[in-house]
């Protein structure tokens, strides 16, 4: 599963590079994320549930940052188990563009579900996929901006 997209903050890159990397701001961002720590400077581990139709799995795991290009660009790889549902790997290329006194976050994804999940056929994965990450960059627009309103 492979998609691409962008978004449009109305906020400087480096107070989107900041958002990025702040452990908070992803938990609240990410859909269904329960949990995210910082282990090191690159290294989150993170809880997330995620529901695929009539399955819903809580995948326990690593969030990864590599080729990190501060405050340009950054790859974020997720390694994740799901118990008897399966797993999920994927990873996003993310470039922050200026534009402004905006930014623009583009992203190229592509995830990889295995076991029980990869029964559910790949068209469900795909539009669930898209619906997560278009719901994240979405929450992710909203808390950049309300975070600049507040100072």
């Known amino acids: 599963m492979d998609f691409t997209g962008e978004e449009n903050i109305a906020a400087p890159r480096d107070v989107v590079w900041a ?17 995210i720590e910082r282990l090191s400077p690159d290294i ?7 529901s695929f139709s009539l399955l819903s799995a809580t995948f326990h ?6 080729n990190v290009d501060a405050p340009k660009s950054y ?10 549902a399966g797993f999920a790997k ?3 290329d993310i470039v922050l563009e ?6 623009i976050l583009h992203y190229r994804a592509k995830a990889e579900l295995g076991g029980r ?26 808390a950049v901006v309300a975070k600049m309103a507040a100072g």
């Open 19 to 35: 958002a990025l990397n702040d452990p908070e701001i992803m938990r609240g961002c990410i859909p269904g994320c329960q949990s």
């Open 98 to 103: 200026p534009s402004g006194g905006a930014t």
């Open 75 to 84: 790859t974020l790889s997720a390694e994740g188990k799901g118990g008897l």
């Open 117 to 142: 999940l990869a029964q559910f056929g790949a068209r469900l994965l795909d539009s669930t996929s898209q619906r997560l990450a278009v719901g994240f960059f979405s929450d992710f627009n909203a």
């Open 44 to 50: 989150f581990e993170a809880t997330i549930k995620v």
């Open 61 to 66: 795991g690593l969030l990864t940052l590599s």
């Open 90 to 92: 994927g990873s996003a």
